[in-house]
């Protein structure tokens, strides 16, 4: 039932849960305000006709839907299964007979056969809104990103370049020549687009939204000739530059979904999804584990013993790691923070990156006269505590033998 606005754009009504009702005048009669029931009122705007149309209007209508969603226009399966609901709700109402049981009892007055396609996409009006009539979403695209080990730890802002389809910039997305007609399209009135509403038990709109007219694909001009540069398609190819963020802490293969930039859409309809999956590349050194990073330190026996600090790279940057006074082989060392950055109770948190003691014992033959004197010195020194260390675990146990043996 076409009824109008406050703004004048032609209103088409969907029924939520239970009835439909229509405000306003529209084309110079009023609209009955009794409830209708939501397949009779449905049938009829599934053609964008009148409760009162004639059966010309009806083929008319037929006619005109059919440019859009006929197979040999548009070859889509979603376009397929509207042109043949579009062809079974004109075969009703041109026939006076199933009009009248039509008019009468609804949906349920057709039976099923041959109507059941009809039945299950008028039930996906209702359950779907506008969006099952008017439009066609776009697809999905999908493309793979490379990112270095770094960039996946601590995020950033990428470029990604894919192929998709735009919309046509010479008809603007209609698929008719701008200048083959100067008429204005008879269901929208020249205004380009509808307003959908939609409604439920107790007359409240629950959606009021707007929505290019499948009449003349948003053009507001009754035309029937092809756009040259897209063949009625609407939409052709481009190459596209999208800037996305990549959040801290993604693994390999995590799927990032960008959102409204995959194809667009056809005839109004929603554009689809970008679908960008992560390839984080390995980094020599550094293994992720969960949210922290492991890597190997090694140290000089005279490190170890003395201990300081050494100077180590993180995915952060370098940083200065305190290494304590006898440091013992395979020993973990914790740089905080500096691992992965993940949400946590009051704002961002950052896992930790641990080094694995590998302490570098120097070739006794190679050694120099001086610092093979050196090294006996030493051994003199620490002989009394090796001898201390091993009377002790001959009376305490194997444990302390292990110490010992440290």
Request: glycine residues 12%; proline residues 4%.
């Amino acid at each position: 039932m076409i009824a109008w606005s406050t703004r004048q754009l032609p209103i088409r009504n969907y029924s939520g849960t239970s009835f439909v009702t229509a405000t306003g005048c529209g084309a110079g009669r009023c609209a009955s305000s009794r409830p209708v029931q939501p397949a009779r009122a449905s049938l009829y705007e599934l053609l964008g006709v009148d409760l009162s149309a004639s059966s010309a209007d009806i083929r008319s209508a037929y006619r005109r839907l059919a440019t859009l969603y006929h197979p040999d226009v548009n070859p889509s399966v979603t376009a397929h299964e509207r042109f043949q609901a579009v062809r079974l709700a004109a075969e009703v109402l041109a026939s006076a007979e199933q009009r009248q049981q039509y008019d009468a009892r609804g949906l349920a007055a057709l039976g099923g056969g041959q109507y059941k396609l009809l039945h299950d996409f008028m039930a996906r009006v209702h359950a779907q809104g506008a969006a099952a009539v008017i439009g066609e979403a776009g697809g999905d695209i999908s493309t793979v990103l490379g990112l270095e080990f770094g960039e996946a730890v601590t995020g950033s802002a990428c470029t990604v370049t894919t192929g998709a389809l735009g919309t046509c910039p010479d008809c603007k997305g209609s698929g008719f020549d701008a200048a083959s007609s100067s008429e204005d399209c008879a269901m929208c009135h020249g205004q380009g687009e509808l307003c959908l509403r939609v409604w439920v038990q107790g007359g409240q709109p629950r959606m009021a939204v707007r929505e290019a007219c499948p009449g003349c694909r948003g053009s507001g001009k009754a035309q029937m000739r092809l756009c040259s540069r897209c063949s009625g398609e609407g939409r052709l190819a481009v190459r596209r530059h999208v800037r996305i963020r990549v959040p801290a802490g993604v693994v390999d293969a995590q799927v990032l979904r960008v959102r409204g930039q995959g194809h667009c859409g056809r005839f109004g309809g929603p554009p689809g999804d970008l679908l960008v999956k992560l390839q984080v590349y390995s980094l020599v050194g550094v293994v992720r584990v969960g949210d922290d990073l492991h890597s190997p330190l090694h140290l000089q026996l005279y490190q170890a013993l003395l201990g300081g600090s050494v100077d180590v790279k993180t995915v952060r940057g370098e940083c200065s790691l305190a290494v304590p006074p006898g440091t013992q082989h395979g020993q973990l060392l914790c740089a905080r923070n500096a691992g992965v950055a993940k949400p946590g109770m009051n704002g961002v948190e950052y896992g930790h990156h641990f080094f694995k003691v590998a302490i570098q014992v120097p070739d006794g033959q190679a050694a120099a006269p001086a610092e093979a004197a050196l090294l006996q010195q030493l051994a003199q020194l620490l002989r009394p505590l090796s001898t201390s260390n091993t009377s002790t675990s001959t009376s305490t146990g194997n444990k302390t033998l292990y110490l010992g043996i440290k």
